[in-house]
């Protein structure tokens, strides 16, 4: 229903064919009908097509943020030894939904993430290591989904909104990149 909404704001689908397709997404009864729905929308945005980012913890860790970057549509987290961190707070991102594979394996991954995005964690396996989603259910309207898939492994994966320090650090210098 969310994809349906955002191509009528984008001007993809007029607003009777919203309601159409609205009205069909409340009475399907799988996601093979739901994928009917919007199947024939064009794809809205180059980021959506870029390759992913992929993040690899190796023995010393590896972060992307905190400052500017361009979101692809799609990034890929492996903990690795030395563990993995995505700071989202600065980025500016006009995609609909950020499709995000976290690997906790031996060090596990932190994802942070700005106040008014929210997260889907329901394709996460927490395995040995768990999910820890301490993000709030409240989005506010044009920003991104955060789709969270993947496995904790063993040191598990961690989805936030920015802590105390961190929004000390965002308040005291919103400009940063």
Same mark, same amino acid.
């Given at each position: ?55 690899? /913890? +190796?023995?010393? =860790?590896? &972060?992307?943020?905190?400052? $500017?970057? !361009? ?5 890929? *987290?492996? /903990? +690795?030894?030395? =563990?993995? &961190?995505?700071?989202?707070? $600065?980025? !500016? ?5 950020? *499709? ?6 031996? &060090? ?70």
């Amino acid at each position: 229903m969310e994809q349906l909404r955002d191509a009528a704001a984008e001007g993809r689908i007029d607003f009777d064919e919203l309601d159409s397709r609205l009205e069909q997404a409340l009475t399907s009864k799988t996601h093979a009908e739901l994928a009917v729905l919007t199947a024939d929308l064009p794809r809205p945005r180059s980021s959506e097509s870029r390759p992913p980012l992929v993040l690899k /913890g +190796g023995m010393y =860790g590896a &972060s992307r943020g905190p400052g $500017r970057w !361009e979101v692809p549509g799609h990034v890929i *987290a492996h /903990g +690795g030894v030395g =563990g993995v &961190s995505i700071d989202f707070t $600065r980025v !500016e991102c006009r995609l609909p939904e950020v *499709a995000v594979e976290a690997y906790g394996e031996t &060090s596990g991954v932190t994802i942070i993430i700005p106040d008014g995005w929210a997260a889907d964690t329901s394709g996460m396996d927490p395995a040995l290591g768990g999910l820890r989603d301490k993000t709030t259910p409240d989005r506010l309207p044009g920003t991104p989904l955060i789709r969270l898939t993947g496995s904790g492994g063993l040191a598990g994966v961690v989805i936030r909104h920015p802590n105390r320090r961190e929004r000390r650090k965002l308040h005291g210098n919103p400009t940063q990149g």
